[in-house]
């Protein structure tokens, strides 16, 4: 793993393992009669804990790099690679089974399901987890302890966020895969969404990649990728990271 | 396509989307239209056919039947105001020896004029030639007899005629109005093996019957506006002191009896079907443009913000709702006009009818057009009113996210045992328990069609069962001429293979209560009878009260009689004595609206001394043969009526016209089913693909968020299955009540497999659909829905 071509310009942050690799990736869509392609030759590896941020303007292909890498899309050309296994190529089932135990999402519009509580929201997810933690120690460690038997009707959108992200790290996932997660919120509530991440990568160690198109909050990042046209133009490791609380927006 | 609006195109491609559903609601209008246009265009048919048929061949408007009457009557019948035609006949009963078949046949012989045409009744030849004057062998007969036993003209038969054995030639077949439903006196259903109209010379007929210079039976004509009552009441005097048995109108003729009340069925049919299915429909659509306007939340305030006037929206909505009805319609048409056709060739094979007149008009068209357009308007009705009262701002918002709330149940220990997916199931039905109940409402409605349809064939057996099997023991039934001493039953039970014998009377009678009356025999049924006693529907055997009338439901309805109620009698026969007999005691039956009293009473009460009209017989099945070939040669039998024979009639003419529909309105309800199934699931899955997509993205896999689709309708099916029940019996408890009619009542019987079978079909049919749907669930773009809100 450690044989892997360093990307341009890259630094080595110490000795750390890396959790998720691609190489190579290029994703192309057929629209009527031309192609797109949305990713064009993408190499990037997640150190194990390290918080990534990738930032780029719409249609710059970090979503779809985001999708690739949490199991939901396949790309027409690369590899991914998890924990050393392969998951290009694999079956739907075995995707399906990365998606439930390794990996956490957390989605730009909460995507919450209305006729569940928050507990409940979360215990979707740990029914069907291997090794879950509680789900009130889930909302707790974002904040919510008070607020478990509310539906989502109930809460605001910063909560409701909030519920979205217990609901991804509830089963411990060694990936937390989050698209815009301040995006449908304003500066404050936002940054309360982004500080329950912070804290979920900081306590737990999970290894977290963030899209982003607002360049503030690549400041709290151990490394920045940033995106143009369907590639990495640039890599930028923070010497020292800000805390939620320091930004605005 | 150039000309059309972007509107219109919109509008054509959302259909295109949504193609499956549209056609699961087109065919479920369909099925509505189709059964309203195939019962409506048969009703037309039936009446045009007959109407027709009857003006082509002179159908008398009055009959009367006469013991003896002489031939210079006609004069003064004729001089009766309003008479325009009299013809005077012969017609006699006899029992005929057809060289293909075992048991005697009954015949019923109709005098031809021996010179010049016939003026009324007048025969339709189908082959050969009328029977020639002075040929007194020569006979025509009916064709479905002649086509149940092969004869044509060349043919001969032998036929015992007052007693005296003769041979019959045939030079002819015919129909005639008055046979259109050729049924044996004191048969059920026409058994064209069994009994056969011929006919055949006045003057041979004369002498056979010693009815010279005389006649027994008359038909009129009357003028356009006369009164048939009034014509009737001097007939009936004039032909009294002959024996007459009283006249009556076309109504009563008993072959446009059966005519008539199948058109009423059939008008009642074309009400009721057609209703539950369009209300079936109405209730789809309005699922399916609540859903697409709820969708279109965005699309109708931009609509809005462009200056489109909610007039133009309403109709755009309309439109889509009458395009999907069109579809319905159309399809309909095409099933229904050749249903129509179907089933009203049906009738002609049934009914027998020279030539058939299915030319259904534009009306019943249009009709079934309105009803199913309408019907499916008014369904939609409030969704597109939602759509036209958004305010455009706050329809381009999306909307929120609902509201639920933990019930109290959410505490019980029977809560916390459940999974979230079960929950998330449960917490939908409680959250919109309307929508939740009107989708179990519709599958309900399926199932209860099918028990509607299936429950028939219960009926029909209990029918049998009741009637044929509990209520009759008597292995044939022997009518006489005339009037028999009683020793007539120790000389039948003498016979070979006759076990035992048991005499009835029958007295024809008018039962007059107030100012209501029927025209119905009085059957006399001695105490302790044990081969055909009076048989309650309910209760069972009835013990022969000694005196007074048993009246069945029907005609104690018709009379407005209860127990206690004193009616005036009018014999039609003999001495036409005036009596005045008690109601005893009112019974159930499924069958006519008979009239009994004890044997032994009915002899006092006319004053006839100890006779009988004939004989319930038991018989001893193995020297049955003997006792078939001994009975061909007594004279003075009329007819006889083979219980068993009756039951196969039964079941075989059950056969041809209730199984054919029973499996149409199964294939029509099933069809019902799936549209509310598949239409129900496809609206589910569109409303929560994103829900369903993000499950999948945590990584739910296939099958784990299919149980949390599919869950849902599978808890409403079986929610519906216990109300469809419930439903099924109120419907077929309905058209039991509304099929009654004189001659029929159908019993509501549903047995516990019937209702089995309509559940089982109604799950296999959500199974299906089911399993369509889901194919779906492979195919959920799991990144577009997380990425943008609907």
């Known amino acids: 793993m450690t044989d892997l071509p360093p990307h341009p310009g890259e630094r080595h942050p110490g000795e750390r393992r890396v959790a998720l690799e691609a190489r190579g990736l290029t994703k192309l869509y057929r629209m009527g009669a031309v192609e797109v392609a949305a990713l064009r030759g993408v190499d990037v590896a997640l150190y194990a804990g390290e918080l990534a941020v990738l930032l780029g303007p719409s249609g710059s292909g970090k979503s779809t790099l985001l999708n690739i890498l949490g199991g939901l899309d396949v790309p027409t050309g690369g590899r991914v690679l998890f924990d050393g296994r392969e998951i290009t190529g694999a079956s739907e089932r075995a995707l399906n089974r990365y998606r439930r135990h390794h990996v956490g999402f957390v989605f730009q519009f909460y995507n919450l399901i209305p006729s569940l509580t928050a507990r409940e929201n979360v215990a979707l997810v740990t029914e069907i987890a291997r090794d879950p933690m509680p789900p009130e120690e889930a909302l707790a460690l974002v904040g919510l302890a008070a607020r478990l038997d509310h539906f989502p009707a109930q809460l605001s959108g910063g909560e409701q966020q909030r519920v979205a992200i217990a609901r991804a790290i509830a089963k411990r996932p060694d990936l937390l895969l989050c698209d815009e997660p301040t995006g449908a919120l304003d500066s404050a509530t936002g940054i309360l969404v982004l500080d329950a991440i912070l804290r979920v990568n900081r306590e737990l160690g999970t290894t977290t990649a963030l899209i982003t198109h607002n360049a503030v909050i690549a400041e709290v990042a151990d490394r920045v990728l940033r995106f143009a046209d369907g590639r990495i133009v640039e890599t930028q490791l923070n010497e020292t990271r800000r805390t939620a609380a320091e930004l605005a927006w | ?790």
């Not at chain 2, 007059?512 to 009076?534: C, D, K, M, N």
Request: with cysteine; glycine share 8%; aromatic share 8%.
């Open chain 2, 1 to 790: 396509m150039s000309g059309m609006t972007s509107l219109n195109r919109k509008l054509l491609r959302e259909l295109w989307q949504l193609k499956a559903q549209v056609l699961a609601i087109a065919l479920v209008i369909a099925s509505g239209a189709a059964l309203l246009i195939m019962a409506l265009t048969t009703i037309e048919a039936l009446e045009q056919t007959t109407t027709a048929y009857y003006e082509r061949t002179r159908f008398a408007d009055v009959f009367a039947e006469v013991k003896r009457a002489p031939e210079r009557l006609a004069r003064e019948i004729a001089a009766i105001p309003g008479v325009r035609l009299v013809e005077t006949r012969i017609v006699e009963g006899a029992i005929l020896d057809l060289p293909d078949f075992d048991e005697p046949v009954v015949g019923r012989l109709i005098s031809l004029p021996e010179q010049g045409p016939q003026l009324l009744n007048t025969l339709v030849l189908r082959s050969g030639r009328l029977a020639a004057p002075n040929r007194p062998d020569e006979v025509v007969v009916s064709e479905p007899f002649a086509e149940a036993h092969r004869l044509g003209p060349g043919d001969s038969f032998g036929a015992v005629l007052r007693g005296r054995r003769r041979t019959l030639h045939v030079v002819g077949t015919a129909l005639s109005p008055e046979f259109v439903y050729a049924i044996a006196p004191g048969g059920l259903m026409p058994d064209d093996q069994r009994f056969g109209v011929l006919w055949m010379g006045r003057d041979a007929l004369a002498a056979a019957f010693d009815l010279k210079e005389s006649f027994d039976s008359v038909t009129l004509a009357l003028l356009r506006g006369a009164d048939a009552r009034d014509v009737i009441a001097r007939l009936d005097v004039l032909l009294a002191p002959y024996g007459g048995t009283g006249a009556y109108d076309r109504s009563d003729q008993i072959s446009n009896w059966f005519l008539q009340n199948e058109i009423v069925q059939q008008k009642n049919l074309s009400r009721l079907m057609p209703t539950i299915f369009l209300a079936v429909a109405a209730f789809l659509t309005n699922m399916v443009m609540t859903r697409l306007i709820a969708t279109g939340r965005r699309e109708i305030g931009l609509l809005k913000a462009f200056g489109y006037g909610d007039g133009t929206i309403a109709w755009h909505y309309a439109k889509m709702v009458l395009l999907i009805g069109g579809i319905g319609v159309l399809l309909g048409a095409l099933v229904g006009a050749w249903l129509g056709h179907w089933n009203t060739r049906l009738y002609a094979e049934f009914y027998r009818f020279p030539f058939l007149l299915y030319r259904p008009g534009p009306t019943s068209f249009v009709a079934a057009a309105l009803v199913s357009l309408g019907s499916a308007l008014a369904g939609s009705l409030l969704a597109v009113r939602r759509a036209v009262v958004l305010p455009p701002a706050e329809a381009m918002l999306p909307p929120s996210p609902p509201s639920y709330r933990r019930s109290r149940l959410s505490d019980t220990v029977f809560a916390r045992a459940l999974d979230e997916p079960t929950r998330m199931i449960l917490r939908r039905l409680l959250r919109w328990p309307l929508r939740s109940f009107l989708a179990s409402a519709g599958l309900a409605l399926s199932v209860a069609v099918l028990i509607m349809a299936l429950q028939w064939l219960d009926a029909v057996d209990a029918l049998v069962d009741s009637y044929f099997v509990e209520g009759q023991h008597q292995d044939a039934t022997v009518a006489f001429t005339d009037l028999q001493p009683i020793a007539a039953v120790g000389s039948f039970e003498r016979l070979p293979g006759v076990l035992s014998a048991e005499p009835y009377r029958s007295v024809p009678a008018r039962l007059v209560h107030g100012h209501l009356s029927a025209r119905e025999a009085i059957t006399g049924v001695p105490a302790g009878a044990i081969l055909s006693p009076v048989h309650d529907a309910r209760r069972g055997r009835i013990e022969m009260p000694p005196d007074g009338l048993l009246l069945s439901r029907t005609l104690a309805d018709l009379l407005q009689a209860k127990v206690g109620d004193q009616l005036s009698v009018e014999v039609l026969e003999g001495r036409r004595p005036r009596l005045r007999l008690p109601v005893v005691r009112i019974f159930d039956t499924y069958i006519g609206k008979p009239a009994y009293m004890e044997f032994g009473a009915l002899n006092r009460a006319m004053r006839d001394g100890r006779v009988v009209s004939g004989l319930q017989v038991a018989l001893d099945g193995a020297a049955q043969a003997v006792f078939l070939k001994r009975l061909k040669e007594i004279p003075d039998v009329a007819g006889i009526l083979f219980r068993q024979a009756g039951i196969a009639k039964f079941y075989e003419t059950m056969g041809e016209t209730m199984f054919i529909f029973v499996g149409f309105f199964v294939a029509f309800a099933a069809t019902l089913s799936v549209g509310v199934t598949y239409n129900s699931i496809r609206i589910a899955l569109s409303e929560r693909a994103r829900e369903l997509a993000t499950l999948r993205v945590l990584g739910f896999s296939r099958w784990e968020i299919s149980y949390i689709l599919l869950g849902e309708i599978g808890l409403l099916t079986w929610l519906a299955i216990p109300l469809g029940c419930l439903l099924g019996f109120a419907l077929a408890w309905y058209l039991t009540s509304a099929f009654g009619s004189e001659l029929f009542r159908v019993p509501l019987v549903i047995l516990d497999a019937t209702y089995g079978k309509a559940a089982l079909i109604a799950l296999a049919s959500t199974v299906a659909c089911a399993a369509v749907v889901r194919r779906r669930l492979d195919h959920l773009d799991l990144i577009a829905v997380l990425k943008t809100r609907e």
